[in-house]
């Protein structure tokens, strides 16, 4: 059987490749538990300091699994808790998750893309939500992490229509960190990703949690919630490396402690 999830390592950076070519990478039960099964892996490492999900050319993925769920009743939907179950171990991952998208990231691809931490676009990606035209909804996060990603009149345009963006508008719009030619769109990313992993994994997962409070919470409690992590990484060996390191005009080795 072919394995619908693909993992590698690069260094310190984790990778997970989507792996259904032949249905654009349409997410079912078995790549999703595949994905989380993956992050646990990566979380449980301490080598691996960032995580990178991809697909392939074409897609990144076009979507939940439609034969999968079509015939799918409230009572199923409910009691097996359909996505809440194994899709939001992207979003509970601690260290960074970038999505490096391609091709299609429609319906649950572009929410699946949108519970990572930022998203690389290749110059081919396109995004949308055309759940609308399947008698259903966004229902992995789109109606709510879109309008905090573009606003409430690109969220309300793309998912009431179905109309898609292209990479260029995502970068506008702020879906997107970065536009990279597709040929490079790996390669980039693993650069990226490297770099963050490089630095000390602690303060990595402090500055995680930190932006995240970002849309989850009043900038006061945001503020706050900052200000006492912030002095909590003083309690840090990174930091008291870090630092010294600038004084003495040398590299930092940071031990993750
Ligand atoms: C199951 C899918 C699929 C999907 C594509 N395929 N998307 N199978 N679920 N979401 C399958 C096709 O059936 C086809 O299989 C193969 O992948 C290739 O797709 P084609 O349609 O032949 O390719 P193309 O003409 O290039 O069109 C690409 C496409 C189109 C524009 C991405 O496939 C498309 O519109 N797909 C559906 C997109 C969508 O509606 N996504 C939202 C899903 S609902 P065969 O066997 O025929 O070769 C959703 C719910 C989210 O995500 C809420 C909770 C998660």
């Given at each position: 059987m072919t394995q619908v999830v693909l993992t590698e390592v690069h260094g310190k950076v984790g990778l997970i490749r989507i792996n259904r070519p032949e249905a654009m990478n349409a997410l079912n039960n078995n790549v999703v538990d595949g994905i989380g099964a993956a992050i646990d892996t990566f979380e449980a490492d301490?080598?691996?300091g960032c995580i990178v999900i991809t697909g392939n050319e074409k897609a990144?993925?076009?979507?939940?699994?439609i034969g999968f769920m079509k015939d799918f009743d409230y009572m199923h939907a409910y009691k097996t808790d359909f996505i809440t179950r194994n899709w939001e171990r992207v979003k509970t991952a601690r260290k960074p998750v970038i999505a490096a998208v391609a091709g299609f990231a429609l319906g649950g691809g572009c929410e699946m893309a949108m519970m990572c931490d930022m998203i690389f676009a290749a110059d081919t990606a396109k995004f949308g939500q055309p759940e609308i035209r399947l008698?259903?909804?966004?229902?992995?996060g789109g109606t709510q992490r879109l309008p905090r990603a573009v606003g409430k009149a690109k969220a309300m345009d793309m998912c009431l229509t179905a109309r898609m963006m292209d990479a260029a508008e995502a970068e506008k719009s702020g879906l997107v960190a970065r536009v990279i030619p597709a040929d490079h769109l790996l390669e980039e990313t693993l650069k990226a990703a490297t770099t963050i992993a490089s630095f000390s994994l602690p303060v990595i997962m402090m500055i995680k949690e930190s932006v995240n409070r970002a849309y989850e919470s009043s900038l006061n409690e945001g503020l706050l919630f900052e200000r006492r992590v912030f002095h909590s990484a003083f309690a840090l060996e990174d930091q008291k490396e870090g630092m010294a390191a600038f004084v003495e005009k040398r590299k930092a080795v940071f031990k993750n402690r």
């Open positions: 301490e080598n691996i990144f993925a076009a979507g939940a699994d008698g259903t909804m966004p229902g992995a």
